[in-house]
């Protein structure tokens, strides 16, 4: 199983400041996973992207995909308010069922 | 269609004390998974069941963790004693496709104070 480690592990920005989020991992990869948490609610799902791909957008969302750097980054354009949340990596536990994460990135974005 | 609920959402237990937090899935959902945070690090899977059976339980940390899902609905997980190290935030999630780790619904989670 992999274990991603967010970068930085906090960030802060304005509103309408582009934010970018680090992800890296130490075995291979599935698929990369980022996920969202806004307080008190649960994990929300954002975007995957395969471990055969290089980029993915959604919406306001671009997720890079580095495998030979073992690295992943989700860059969120145009921030808001409603974006400020604790962001995670994560990936399908090989042979299991089970998802393993990072520690998060803890984003904030000032009014 | 309701998602996955937890409850309580925060409990502040005193360390030896006994706590029971409970995970109600969508309805129909075979697969229920347990996760948990502890202060600022990384979520970490506990255990898996599929219906009322455990699947996986290779993240448990202790025998002072105790999943029970009878009759395949809702699950509970105790914590006997608590300890200060238990304090965290308690993910529940749920799946209709065991083969699809991907489509799991996260509860919000239930905070766990330990003092």
């Known amino acids: 199983s992999q274990q991603g480690e967010e970068d930085p592990q906090a960030l802060s920005i304005q509103e309408g400041e582009n934010a970018t989020m680090n992800c890296s991992y130490k075995t291979s990869i599935n698929n990369l996973q980022w996920y969202r948490q806004n307080s008190g609610r649960g994990l929300v799902h954002l975007i995957l992207i395969r471990s055969n791909e290089r980029e993915k957008h959604s919406g306001r969302l671009r997720v890079t995909l580095d495998t030979s750097k073992k690295s992943s980054s989700l860059l969120i354009t145009a921030s808001r308010a409603a974006d400020t949340a604790s962001y995670f990596c994560g990936d399908r536990c090989e042979g299991a069922q089970k998802l393993v994460f990072g520690q998060g990135t803890r984003l904030t974005i000032n009014p | 269609e309701a998602g996955v609920t937890q409850f309580p959402s925060h409990s502040v237990i005193e360390k030896g004390q006994t706590v029971t937090l409970r995970c109600d899935p969508i309805?129909?959902?075979?697969?229920l998974y347990w996760y948990r945070r502890v202060m600022g690090k990384e979520i970490k899977f506990l255990l898996h069941?599929?219906?009322?059976?455990?699947?996986?339980e290779s993240g448990m940390p202790n025998n002072r963790f105790l999943a029970e899902r009878t009759g395949g609905t809702y699950s509970t997980l105790k914590v006997q004693p608590a300890e200060l190290e238990d304090s965290g935030v308690y993910f529940c999630?749920?799946?209709?496709?065991?083969?699809?780790?991907?489509?799991?619904?996260f509860g919000p989670g239930t905070r766990l104070t330990v003092t």
């Open positions: 069941f599929v219906k009322e059976s455990k699947q996986d």
């Open positions: 309805s129909g959902h075979d697969n």
């Open positions: 999630a749920s799946s209709q496709d065991p083969e699809s780790a991907y489509e799991q619904y």
